[in-house]
């Protein structure tokens, strides 16, 4: 069946990258997003990708798309302490009822 | 703009109670979903609308009904609430199209 996997903890300081990982198992899906959930709140879109595509940039976020690996990465350039919350990689199958199969959620964690 | 709007935000059952927990949306989406969200578990999918009239069970559907009273608003309900149904519940939309999820900011439920 589908399942989306992410490690749970990742530790950075304030000023460096931020890497997060994800590995897929639907090699059908279509798209693959990454929500973004800071304490108390709901999710919120950050990026998404289309499977076409391998490489999409949004202002100090990059999302690396490797097909052939099913593997998904989410790069925070120069990372601030705002940047702490937790990152949902979720993909979308095909099909027409836009179900999203979602990870675990890696939380991220900024220190100065 | 309002989005998706989840009322209540918090609530304490007893168990055996029952309860409805409501979703709107604002933006003329045809789908909705409910999802549970539980610690070191990402999100699962209870129930599922793809568009006005129409239901569908996701991963997790047990001990939950749901209904699709119209194209804005899509409720779940409890009939007799189980400790073990102890989480923060998030409802979503999305216009069919290929679109990403838009999520409410949660109810975070606790049954005891």
């Known amino acids: 069946g589908e399942d989306v996997e992410q490690s749970l903890f990742l530790s950075v300081r304030e000023g460096d990258s931020s890497v997060i990982n994800c590995t897929y198992t639907?090699?059908?899906?279509?798209?693959l997003y990454w929500y973004k959930q800071e304490p108390g709140a709901g999710l919120q879109l950050l990026t998404y990708?289309?499977?076409?595509?391998d490489m999409k940039q949004d202002q100090r976020l990059t999302v690396l798309l490797n097909k052939k690996d099913k593997h998904l990465s989410l790069r925070i350039a120069d990372t601030q302490t705002g940047d702490s919350a937790i990152y949902f990689c979720?993909?979308?199958?095909?099909?027409?009822?836009?179900?999203?199969?979602f990870g675990t959620g890696t939380r991220l964690q900024v220190f100065p | 703009n309002a989005g998706v709007t989840q009322t209540p935000k918090f609530q304490v059952l007893k168990t055996g109670q029952s309860m409805t927990l409501q979703c709107a949306q604002d933006?003329?989406?045809?789908?909705m979903y409910w999802y549970r969200q539980d610690p070191g578990m990402g999100l699962r999918l209870i129930y599922y609308?793809?568009?006005?009239?129409?239901?569908d069970k996701g991963e997790v559907p047990n001990g939950y009904n749901v209904s699709r009273l119209n194209k804005r608003e899509f409720s779940l309900r409890l009939e007799s609430a189980a400790p073990s149904q102890t989480s923060v519940y998030f409802c979503?939309?999305?216009?069919?199209?290929?679109?990403?999820?838009?999520f409410g900011d949660g109810t975070r439920l606790s049954i005891l």
């Open positions: 979720a993909e979308r199958s095909r099909g027409n009822t836009d179900k999203l199969i």
């Open positions: 933006m003329n989406h045809n789908s």
């Open positions: 979503a939309s999305t216009d069919i199209r290929n679109q990403p999820q838009h």
């Open positions: 990708i289309f499977s076409n595509m």
């Open positions: 639907d090699s059908s899906s279509t798209y």
């Open positions: 609308s793809a568009s006005e009239g129409t239901t």
